[in-house]
C-alpha cells in the first residue's frame, strides 16, 4: 500500500469479535505433514550431516553396554575360576568408554546446534511468508478474524512449529538410528532373546498410532481456543478505558473464564490422552525386561550365553524401550505442531488480492476528476449498504459527506481507496476506471487523515516522514508548521527526534492528530481525505487546523466526512446520504433552503450548540 494511504478505515460495524471463528477446514493429517516436511528441503544436507551426527553419538551409545558386559564376563570368569582378576584388561576397557562417551557427546553437540539451525532458518522462512501474506489479504479477511486469533497463528503456532521441528525430528533421527544400532547389537549377541523383545514391537505400534490419531482433534481444538483467549485479551486490553468506564469488567471475566475454561478442556484433553502413551509405552518395554531377565538366566545356567551379555542385552533392552517411550513425547510435540501448522496453511491458502501490473498511466497528470456510475456494494453478500451511487465530482472540488452512522459515508472511501471491490458498476478518476489502476497506483493518488490517529513507534520525524518516501529535512518541518506541530514539537526534549511510545501515548490526542495531518500535508496527494480530522483538537487548534486544511484543498479534489456541520459550510458541494443513497446533495444554503434532513440535522445540531 502506498505511504500516502496513513490507514485502512475499517468498516464500521463489520469487524470480528472474539467468537468469530476461523472459517478454515482441519487439513489431513498426511497431508499437513508432507507440506510442512516440504519446507526443510532447502535445508536437506543440513539434516543429512544432523543424521550422520546422530549415527556416530548414537553408535558410540550403542557400543558401550557390549563393552561393559564384556567387563563384567571379565569379572565373574576370574571370581568363578579362582584366577586373578585382569586390571589391564579393565583399564583397556575403561579406557575405550571414556573416548566412546566423549565422542558420543561431541557429535551430539554438533547435532542439536546444526538442528537448532534448521529449525530457526525453516521457521523463520515460514513466518516471512506468512507476514507477507498479511499484506497481500484483502481487509475483508481482517474484518472476519479476530486480531488476537492472527496474532496467534503468527506468533504461538509458529513457535509451536519451531519447537517440534528441532527437538522432535532430532528425537525422531535418533531414535531411529538408536532402534536399529541396538537391534544389531542384540541379534549379534543373541538372535533368541532378540526374537524375545522384539514380540513387544507390533503392541508399542498400535499404542502410538491409536493414541497419535485419537489425540489429533483435541490438539487442533486446543489450538482453535487459543486464538479465541488471545483475541478476546487483544480487545480487552486495547479498550481498557471503555471497559471501565462501561462498567463492563465483571462480564469481561465472565467471558474470558468461558473462554479459559474451554481451553483447559481442550488442553486437558490433548494432554491426557497424549500422556497415557508415555506409561503404555514403558508398561510395554518392561514387558520386555522381564522376558530377557527370564529367558537370559537360563540362557547362562545352560552355558549357552555369557552373563555379560546378558547384562548387555538387559541395557540393550532399556535402549530399545527409551526410544519406543519417547515417541510419547515425540508424538505430543508433532501433534502440536501440525494442529498449528494447520491453522498456518489455512492462513497462508487463504484467497487474498489479486496481484496487479502497473498500468500504462502517468498518475502525475490525473487532475481528481471522480465519477461514480451505479456504483453498488455490500460487505456481505445479499446485504448491499451502497444500492445505486452515481455522482460527478470535479477535479479540485470539495465534497463534505454528512448522514446518520451506518449510512455509508465510510464505505465510500474504502471503495476510493480500493479496499474493498465493487460489486457492481464502476469508480473513473479522470475516465480511468479505478480497477484498471493497479491498488499502488490508486492509492498513491490519496493522503487520508482519519478520525482514529495512527502512529508507529519511532522519532516523530519519521513518523511524519511517512508521508512521502525520501522527503527532506526541511520538507519535513515546513509540513510540520503548515500543521501548526512545529510548535509543540520543539517544546519536547529531544523535538523531532522525540521517540513515540506505544500508541504514541506519551503526546496528548490532539497532538498525535496534527502529526497525522503534517503527514497527509507532506504527502502533497491528488486527492485528500479528510475524517472529522480536527476533531480531537481545541477551538483555537482546530481553527488553525481549519487554515491549514483549507490551504492544503487547494486544487485538490477533497472528501470531507463531516459530524459536526460547521466545520463544512464552505464545501463545494454536500452530500446527504442515508441508508447507502443519496437522498440530498447541494451547497450549505441551497440544502438549508430545502428544509429537508439536511436542514433538521443542521438545525438540531445549532440547538444543542446553542444550549
Same mark, same amino acid.
Given at each position: 500500500?502506498?505511504?500516502?494511504?496513513?490507514?485502512?478505515?475499517?468498516?464500521?460495524?463489520?469487524?470480528?469479535?472474539?467468537?468469530?471463528?476461523?472459517?478454515?477446514?482441519?487439513?489431513?493429517?498426511?497431508?499437513?505433514?508432507?507440506?510442512?516436511?516440504?519446507?526443510?528441503?532447502?535445508?536437506?544436507?543440513?539434516?543429512?550431516?544432523?543424521?550422520?551426527?546422530?549415527?556416530?553419538?548414537?553408535?558410540?551409545?550403542?557400543?558401550?553396554?557390549?563393552?561393559?558386559?564384556?567387563?563384567?564376563?571379565?569379572?565373574?570368569?576370574?571370581?568363578? &575360576?579362582?584366577?586373578?582378576?585382569? $586390571?589391564?584388561?579393565?583399564?583397556?576397557?575403561?579406557?575405550?568408554?571414556?573416548?566412546?562417551?566423549?565422542?558420543?557427546?561431541?557429535?551430539?553437540?554438533?547435532?542439536?546446534?546444526?538442528?537448532?539451525?534448521?529449525?530457526?532458518?525453516?521457521?523463520?522462512?515460514?513466518?516471512?511468508?506468512?507476514?507477507?501474506?498479511?499484506?497481500?489479504?484483502?481487509?475483508?479477511?481482517?474484518?472476519?478474524?479476530?486480531?488476537?486469533?492472527?496474532?496467534?497463528?503468527?506468533?504461538?503456532?509458529?513457535?509451536?512449529?519451531?519447537?517440534?521441528?528441532?527437538?522432535?525430528?532430532?528425537?525422531?533421527?535418533?531414535?531411529?538410528?538408536?532402534?536399529?544400532?541396538?537391534?544389531?547389537?542384540?541379534?549379534?549377541?543373541?538372535?533368541?532373546?532378540?526374537?524375545?523383545?522384539?514380540?513387544?514391537?507390533?503392541?508399542?505400534?498400535?499404542? @502410538?498410532?491409536?493414541?497419535?490419531?485419537?489425540?489429533?482433534?483435541?490438539?487442533?481444538?486446543?489450538?482453535?481456543?487459543?486464538?479465541?483467549?488471545?483475541?478476546?485479551?487483544?480487545?480487552?486490553?486495547?479498550?481498557?478505558?471503555?471497559?471501565?468506564?462501561?462498567?463492563?469488567?465483571?462480564?469481561?471475566?465472565?467471558?474470558?473464564?468461558?473462554?479459559?475454561?474451554?481451553?483447559?478442556?481442550?488442553? *486437558?484433553?490433548?494432554?491426557?490422552?497424549?500422556?497415557?502413551?508415555?506409561?503404555?509405552?514403558?508398561?510395554?518395554?518392561?514387558?520386555?525386561?522381564?522376558?530377557?531377565?527370564?529367558?537370559?538366566?537360563?540362557?547362562?545356567?545352560?552355558?549357552?550365553?555369557?552373563?555379560?551379555?546378558?547384562?548387555? $542385552?538387559?541395557?540393550?533392552?532399556?535402549?530399545?524401550?527409551?526410544?519406543?517411550?519417547? /515417541?510419547?513425547?515425540?508424538?505430543?510435540?508433532?501433534?502440536?505442531?501440525?494442529?498449528?501448522?494447520?491453522?498456518?496453511?489455512?492462513?497462508?491458502?487463504?484467497?487474498?488480492?489479486?496481484?496487479?501490473?502497473?498500468?500504462?498511466?502517468?498518475?502525475?497528470?490525473?487532475?481528481?476528476?471522480?465519477?461514480?456510475?451505479?456504483?453498488?456494494?455490500?460487505?456481505?453478500?445479499?446485504?448491499?449498504?451502497?444500492?445505486?451511487?452515481?455522482?460527478?465530482?470535479?477535479?479540485?472540488?470539495?465534497?463534505?459527506?454528512?448522514?446518520?452512522?451506518?449510512?455509508?459515508?465510510?464505505? @465510500?472511501?474504502?471503495?476510493?481507496?480500493?479496499?474493498?471491490?465493487?460489486?457492481?458498476?464502476?469508480?473513473?478518476?479522470?475516465?480511468?476506471?479505478?480497477?484498471?489502476?493497479?491498488?499502488?497506483?490508486?492509492?498513491?493518488?490519496?493522503?487520508?487523515?482519519?478520525?482514529?490517529? *495512527?502512529?508507529?513507534?519511532?522519532?516523530?520525524?519519521?513518523?511524519?516522514?511517512?508521508?512521502?518516501?525520501?522527503?527532506?529535512?526541511?520538507?519535513?518541518?515546513?509540513?510540520?508548521?503548515?500543521?501548526?506541530?512545529?510548535?509543540?514539537?520543539?517544546?519536547?526534549?529531544?523535538?523531532?527526534?522525540?521517540?513515540?511510545?506505544?500508541?504514541?501515548?506519551? @503526546? &496528548?490526542?490532539?497532538?498525535?492528530?496534527?502529526?497525522?495531518?503534517?503527514?497527509?500535508?507532506?504527502?502533497?496527494?491528488?486527492?485528500?481525505?479528510?475524517?472529522? /480530522?480536527?476533531?480531537?483538537?481545541?477551538?483555537?487548534?482546530?481553527?488553525?487546523?481549519?487554515?491549514?486544511?483549507?490551504?492544503?484543498?487547494?486544487?485538490?479534489?477533497? $472528501?470531507?466526512?463531516?459530524?459536526?456541520?460547521?466545520? @463544512?459550510?464552505?464545501?463545494?458541494?454536500?452530500?446527504?446520504?442515508?441508508?447507502?443513497?443519496?437522498?440530498?446533495?447541494?451547497?450549505?444554503?441551497?440544502?438549508?433552503?430545502?428544509?429537508?434532513?439536511?436542514?433538521?440535522?443542521?438545525?438540531?445540531?445549532?440547538?444543542?450548540?446553542?444550549?
Amino acid at each position: 500500500m502506498s505511504r500516502k494511504a496513513q490507514t485502512n478505515p475499517a468498516p464500521r460495524g463489520h469487524g470480528g469479535g472474539p467468537h468469530g471463528m476461523h472459517g478454515e477446514k482441519p487439513k489431513e493429517f498426511k497431508k499437513t505433514l508432507l507440506r510442512l516436511t516440504s519446507y526443510l528441503k532447502p535445508r536437506k544436507y543440513q539434516i543429512i550431516f544432523v543424521s550422520i551426527a546422530a549415527l556416530f553419538a548414537t553408535l558410540f551409545n550403542v557400543i558401550s553396554p557390549k563393552v561393559l558386559g564384556d567387563a563384567t564376563t571379565s569379572i565373574f570368569n576370574s571370581i568363578t &575360576s579362582g584366577t586373578r582378576v585382569d $586390571f589391564a584388561f579393565l583399564q583397556r576397557l575403561l579406557l575405550i568408554l571414556l573416548g566412546l562417551y566423549i565422542l558420543s557427546a561431541l557429535f551430539s553437540y554438533l547435532q542439536q546446534y546444526i538442528m537448532a539451525s534448521v529449525a530457526q532458518k525453516t521457521t523463520a522462512e515460514l513466518r516471512k511468508q506468512v507476514n507477507e501474506k498479511l499484506t497481500r489479504l484483502p481487509l475483508r479477511y481482517y474484518d472476519q478474524h479476530p486480531h488476537g486469533d492472527v496474532l496467534s497463528r503468527v506468533i504461538n503456532d509458529i513457535d509451536n512449529i519451531n519447537n517440534s521441528i528441532q527437538q522432535a525430528l532430532s528425537q525422531i533421527i535418533t531414535s531411529t538410528i538408536m532402534i536399529v544400532g541396538t537391534i544389531v547389537m542384540m541379534l549379534y549377541i543373541s538372535p533368541l532373546l532378540t526374537l524375545v523383545v522384539l514380540i513387544t514391537f507390533p503392541l508399542s505400534a498400535l499404542v @502410538i498410532r491409536y493414541i497419535a490419531v485419537f489425540s489429533q482433534k483435541h490438539f487442533r481444538d486446543q489450538q482453535k481456543e487459543l486464538g479465541n483467549v488471545n483475541g478476546h485479551i487483544e480487545e480487552m486490553f486495547s479498550g481498557h478505558q471503555v471497559v471501565k468506564a462501561f462498567g463492563y469488567e465483571k462480564a469481561a471475566i465472565k467471558q474470558f473464564d468461558e473462554m479459559n475454561e474451554r481451553l483447559y478442556e481442550s488442553g *486437558w484433553k490433548a494432554q491426557f490422552v497424549s500422556g497415557i502413551m508415555m506409561p503404555l509405552m514403558t508398561f510395554v518395554g518392561n514387558l520386555g525386561y522381564v522376558f530377557v531377565s527370564i529367558v537370559g538366566g537360563i540362557r547362562v545356567l545352560s552355558g549357552h550365553i555369557n552373563i555379560g551379555d546378558v547384562q548387555a $542385552f538387559i541395557q540393550y533392552s532399556q535402549q530399545l524401550s527409551q526410544p519406543m517411550a519417547q /515417541a510419547a513425547g515425540i508424538a505430543n510435540m508433532i501433534q502440536t505442531a501440525l494442529a498449528s501448522a494447520e491453522r498456518v496453511f489455512a492462513l497462508l491458502d487463504e484467497e487474498e488480492e489479486k496481484k496487479e501490473e502497473l498500468a500504462p498511466v502517468n498518475i502525475d497528470q490525473l487532475d481528481g476528476h471522480i465519477t461514480f456510475d451505479h456504483v453498488r456494494f455490500g460487505y456481505e453478500k445479499g446485504t448491499p449498504i451502497i444500492k445505486d451511487l452515481s455522482l460527478d465530482v470535479q477535479s479540485g472540488q470539495t465534497i463534505a459527506i454528512v448522514g446518520p452512522t451506518g449510512a455509508g459515508k465510510t464505505t @465510500i472511501i474504502n471503495l476510493l481507496m480500493r479496499f474493498y471491490e465493487l460489486d457492481s458498476g464502476s469508480i473513473s478518476i479522470d475516465g480511468k476506471s479505478l480497477t484498471d489502476l493497479s491498488r499502488e497506483q490508486a492509492r498513491s493518488l490519496f493522503a487520508m487523515v482519519l478520525q482514529d490517529t *495512527w502512529l508507529f513507534k519511532g522519532t516523530i520525524r519519521e513518523n511524519i516522514a511517512y508521508g512521502r518516501e525520501g522527503a527532506s529535512e526541511e520538507e519535513i518541518v515546513q509540513a510540520a508548521k503548515s500543521a501548526y506541530a512545529d510548535d509543540f514539537i520543539r517544546t519536547l526534549p529531544d523535538g523531532y527526534e522525540t521517540v513515540l511510545g506505544e500508541d504514541a501515548s506519551n @503526546i &496528548s490526542q490532539g497532538q498525535r492528530q496534527l502529526l497525522t495531518i503534517a503527514r497527509a500535508i507532506l504527502a502533497d496527494p491528488k486527492i485528500l481525505i479528510l475524517d472529522e /480530522a480536527t476533531s480531537s483538537v481545541d477551538t483555537r487548534t482546530e481553527m488553525n487546523i481549519q487554515r491549514a486544511m483549507n490551504d492544503l484543498m487547494v486544487g485538490r479534489t477533497s $472528501f470531507v466526512i463531516a459530524h459536526r456541520l460547521s466545520t @463544512i459550510r464552505d464545501a463545494d458541494l454536500i452530500l446527504v446520504m442515508n441508508e447507502g443513497d443519496i437522498i440530498e446533495k447541494g451547497t450549505h444554503e441551497e440544502l438549508l433552503a430545502q428544509h429537508g434532513f439536511y436542514a433538521d440535522l443542521y438545525q438540531s445540531q445549532f440547538v444543542v450548540q446553542a444550549g
